[in-house]
Antibody, heavy 120, light 106 residues
């Protein structure tokens, strides 16, 4: 069973960066394709990007290109999402999600979410 | 980018009612569509994958159909625990979620 445990809530000032972590257990990170999804307060789900196993590259939603970086530390089975140049509209719950070791294209497993608040 | 629309944006129905939500893609996505349920304060939960396949452990009152650009999600008999927001999501090109449909009890 895949378990994803995310880092705690963050409060950041506009213009700063935030780095959210997602620790994998039950499987190794190399067996999974990790994605990140965010949800602003009272709003819908927004896919940010993730690992594409067909290309072996990380793919990003155009909206976040140049401002988001997704990385992985396979030695600790931890995925990271860093978002820079934060603005108030980036206030949201950020989720890591994956389809599991089967390579599924759906998001079968989710982290608990990390609230990032951007406020001066 | 592929855009996803859902209708209605919200609905109220009685326990036992049949509930139908539609999802439309801006271009042909074959059957590359999933459906999720999200309850307040919780992470989304996968219900249907590849447009019509029921995820293991999900009650059979949930179903999905469609291909190409038009998809349907159905709850055959609405239960109180089904109160949630439902999202479609395509994976034909990158990933995109629909705007969601909020379902509550009348």
């Amino acid at each position: 069973q895949v378990q994803l445990v995310q880092s705690g809530a963050e409060v950041k000032k506009p213009g700063a960066s935030v780095k959210v972590s997602c620790k994998v257990s039950g499987y190794t990170l190399t067996e999974l394709s990790m994605h990140w999804v965010r949800q602003a307060p009272g709003k819908g789900l927004e896919w940010m990007g993730g690992f594409d196993p067909e290309d072996g590259e990380t793919i990003y939603a155009q909206k976040f290109q140049g401002r988001v970086t997704m990385t992985e530390d396979t030695s600790t089975d931890t995925a990271y999402m860093e978002l820079s140049s934060l603005r108030s509209e980036d206030t949201a719950v950020y989720y890591c999600a994956t389809g599991g070791p089967s390579g599924s294209y759906s998001f079968d497993y989710w982290g608990q979410g990390t609230l990032v608040t951007v406020s001066s | 980018d592929i855009q996803m629309t859902q209708s209605p944006s919200s609905l109220s129905a009685s326990v036992g009612d049949r509930v139908t939500i539609t999802c439309q893609a801006s271009q042909d996505i074959s059957n590359y569509l999933n459906w999720y349920q999200q309850k307040p304060g919780k992470a989304p939960k996968l219900l249907i994958y590849d447009a019509s396949n029921l995820e293991t452990g999900v009650p059979s009152r949930f179903s999905g159909s469609g291909s190409g650009t038009d998809f349907t999600f159905t709850i055959s008999s609405l239960q109180p625990e089904d109160i949630a927001t439902y999202y479609c999501q395509q994976y034909d090109n990158l990933r995109t979620f629909g705007p969601g449909t909020k379902v509550d009890i009348k």
